[in-house]
């Protein structure tokens, strides 16, 4: 009689898959994330949306440029606007992770963009290729305040910090110093230093922004803080200064982060590769150095070098990088081979198929980089209302100043002093301070509950979500075979050993699904009457038992024993059609044992799926596994359509696709090939515990509990984030515009303006 033990899906799970890379050929995909707001301090006031790049035309000829305190797609606007009457030009390619400017256009035009770009206030310099990182140089030039490189990170926080410091002593000197000339003079002192160390690259980008006739937030910026200085409101002048500068140094650090998951990502592929010489010998030479056709050999543990086709030998090969399939692969003469993945059991000989430059792996970290240039940044709502509200509140100043003492028989100062209230008033960055409660608050919960937000504007946008793209392995699934379903076969003596004879068998073999069973089966092993122990490769092991020849592997094993039935036969294809993987064991005179082994759903999975499905929000599985194992993992989960067999590029299509119909999507997963669709969705969301760090730095939200759970409480904290927000949105305009007619009609003073 046949005994069954199933084994929970709790009861060996582990972490999650790496994953899958992109396409053979054509990925489109992304780039670790630069934020999706304009910028940290939510009022750039560009309208101009980020604009699709136009792809390099074959034969044309792109100059790279470095621009290091290029941050966001505001300033990619400026930039954009200054090149569009460039003679000559041909397309622009903007890299804001990398903070690169290609520009295709005639030698003799780049002076000139380099000079357009100068007048804007950013400074360019020239570099060899799109993804090389800009020099230090560059990064320390004095008119970008925060675009260094990570060894200056300290500099510039002291730097800024110090101007907080003093923007606070300048508060103080005002406060609770006497009202005399002295301490005035030493207040004003103090916050001009506090302006300078924390405002230079702001000035330089305002002055140039009014010379060009541009009204945006370093205008204002620019214009209001010297207002406020002159008419001896110092201490607010520094302070809102410092403070401006620090969220710009947040900003930049963010795209920096997102520069060193790329480079995280390239580290994957090995920098040598050891060749087989002409004279036979065998030399370590850089991967770069490889030529197509050239035969190199990896040993047991190490990384492929480079996408290649096996020459001699069979090996199983960790893919989950890469392809994102949850269980090694046997892989043998003919077979290819990606770069990045690991050799797992034996020494192999391989031809290069393709150079460094154009591997599967490098092909990833294109698609990450095109997929987060082509997304246009989500803008805040005071981002777009600054657009028009910046350049109007202007036009009254002026007319406030000129008109005023005409029509309303004010003196020339009072008539200055009342546009200078008027600015302060209009500041954008005023009507940010009514939004700060609600959304830290809001990101305070989220993360008590292990959801990191990278910004507010994705813990507001969470509330839109109408449709979400779910990876399969390491997301739903724990990412690791287990032990799930052993059956005894067999009868008799043979029945009693059966279990003990395959736990002591796997622990014998390499393979995974030997390891998952191996450990499954660990409280039967030791049985101790095992002799003569032989690995096969590619289909299991041999042992022996009192003479009885014994044998654990897979069905292509068993069948050549000539001991396959149709009864096992059945038995296999019900558990494969659940997306499981089977070894037998077995002797001369028929199969023992069943042992299935799967990649398992986490337990609070289906739950998750079942809560976002009641909130209205479409569920799809995406998964790097065969369509058979994804389709059977959906129905376990709840989730009703499945998509198997996706590359990279295919997840990130099948994102783009859900798009398509008018829905705000998110996509949720945890490893490299799910990279360009997290980068492409709306809205990222990564596991944090599994996930890998390129995943992680590529997606707007990381669970860090890896608990799908947390994704409708996410939902649900951004609905209710979005309700106070809007509440205190709307009392800060209605106190805007109470005080701006003070400003003008009433006698609003300074001190009211600060506080409005």
């Not at 004279?279 to 770069?288: C, K, R, T």
């Not at 500041?427 to 809001?442: E, N, Q």
């Not at 039935?565 to 005179?589: D, F, K, M, N, T």
Request: aromatic share 4%; with cysteine.
């Amino acid at each position: 009689m046949a005994h069954h033990h199933e084994n929970t899906p709790h009861d060996h799970g582990i972490r999650g898959e790496a994953k899958k890379p992109c396409c053979a050929g054509t990925c489109k995909a992304p780039e670790p994330p630069p934020p999706t707001t304009c910028c940290s301090h939510g009022a750039c006031g560009s309208t101009a949306p980020a604009e699709p790049e136009p792809a390099a035309t074959p034969g044309q000829d792109i100059t790279w440029l470095s621009i290091p305190c290029m941050d966001c797609a505001a300033e990619e606007g400026e930039i954009r606007r200054a090149l569009s009457k460039l003679p000559g030009l041909k397309s622009l390619h903007f890299k804001l992770a990398n903070r690169t400017l290609g520009i295709a256009a005639a030698p003799e035009s780049i002076p000139l963009a380099i000079e357009a770009i100068a007048k804007v206030g950013f400074k360019a310099t020239l570099q060899d290729s799109e993804s090389k990182p800009a020099p230090d140089h560059a990064h320390a030039d004095a008119s970008c305040s925060h675009g260094q490189p990570v060894s200056s990170w300290g500099r510039q926080e002291a730097r800024f910090g110090f101007a907080l410091a003093l923007a606070i002593g300048a508060e103080s000197v005002s406060y609770f110093a006497p009202s005399t000339m002295a301490w005035q003079a030493i207040g004003m002192a103090i916050a001009a230093c506090a302006i300078f160390l924390a405002g230079f690259s702001t000035y330089t980008r305002g002055l140039a922004a009014l010379r060009n006739g541009r009204i945006g937030i370093n205008a204002l910026m620019t214009v209001a803080v010297t207002g406020a200085f002159l008419i001896g409101q110092w201490p607010e002048a520094a302070m809102v200064m410092a403070l401006y500068a620090i969220a710009e140094l947040i900003e930049a650090r963010s795209v920096d982060r997102a520069r060193g998951a790329i480079k995280g990502l390239m580290a994957l592929t090995p920098e040598t590769a050891e060749l087989h010489m002409p004279n036979g010998s065998w030399s370590v030479i850089a991967v770069a150095a490889v030529q197509l056709g050239q035969t190199f050999r990896v040993k047991p543990g190490a990384r492929i070098p480079l996408d290649s086709t096996i020459i001699s030998g069979s090996t199983s090969v960790d893919q989950s990088a890469v392809t994102g399939e949850s269980m090694p692969v046997e892989r043998a003469q003919g077979d290819p081979l990606f770069a990045g993945t690991i050799n797992l059991t034996r020494t192999i000989e391989a031809t290069a198929t393709a150079a460094s430059s154009d591997s599967l792996l490098s092909r990833i970290i294109h698609a990450v980089e095109q997929a987060q240039g082509s997304r246009a940044p989500t803008q805040a709502f005071v981002d777009r209302f600054a657009a028009i509200y910046t350049p109007a509140v202007f036009a009254i100043a002026i007319a406030v100043a000129i008109l005023g003492p005409f029509a309303l028989g004010w003196s020339w100062l009072q008539g200055i002093y009342k546009a200078l209230v008027l600015l302060v008033i209009a500041c954008p960055c005023a009507l940010v301070i009514s939004t700060p409660v609600a959304i830290v608050s809001g990101l305070a919960s989220a993360a008590r509950r292990g959801i990191l937000v990278k910004g507010g504007v994705h813990l507001e946008n969470a509330s839109k979500i109408k449709a979400i793209g779910i990876d399969k392995t390491g997301t739903i699934t724990e990412g690791k075979p287990s032990l799930v379903h052993s059956e005894i076969l067999a009868s008799g003596d043979a029945a009693e050993h059966a279990l003990h004879w395959a736990a002591d068998m796997a622990t014998h073999s390499d393979h995974p699904v030997s390891k998952a069973i191996a450990v499954g089966l660990a409280s039967h092993a030791c049985d101790g009457d095992l002799v003569d122990f032989e690995s096969l490769p590619g289909l299991g092991v041999k042992a022996q038992a009192h003479g009885m020849e014994l044998w654990i592997g897979r069905h292509r094993l068993i069948e050549s024993l000539g001991v396959c039935s149709p009864q096992i036969e059945a038995a296999i294809a019900v558990h494969e059609s659940q997306g499981r993987s089977v070894a037998l064991l077995a002797c001369r005179e028929g199969a023992l044992a069943l042992f299935a082994v799967a990649d398992t759903i986490k337990p609070n999975s289906r739950e998750a799926i079942a809560r976002l499905a009641a909130m209205g929000i479409q569920t799809q599985m995406l998964s790097g596994d065969n369509q058979v194992t994804a389709e059977a993992i959906a129905r376990q989960a709840g989730i009703s359509r499945a998509r198997g067999g996706l590359l990279p590029s295919e997840k990130l299509d099948a994102i783009e696709s859900m798009k398509g119909v008018g829905h705000l999507v998110a996509m949720a997963g945890d490893g490299i090939n799910d990279a360009p669709a997290l980068a492409a969705s709306d809205i990222g969301i990564a596991m944090g515990a599994s996930g890998t760090d390129i995943a992680i730095e590529a997606a707007d939200i990381a669970i860090m509990n890896d608990d799908l759970r947390r994704i409708p409480d996410l939902i649900d904290l951004s609905k209710q984030t979005r309700t106070v927000l809007s509440q205190n949105i709307a009392l800060a305009l209605s106190i805007k515009a109470a005080f701006l007619a003070l400003a003008v009609f009433g006698s609003a003073t300074m001190w009211m303006a600060v506080f409005a």
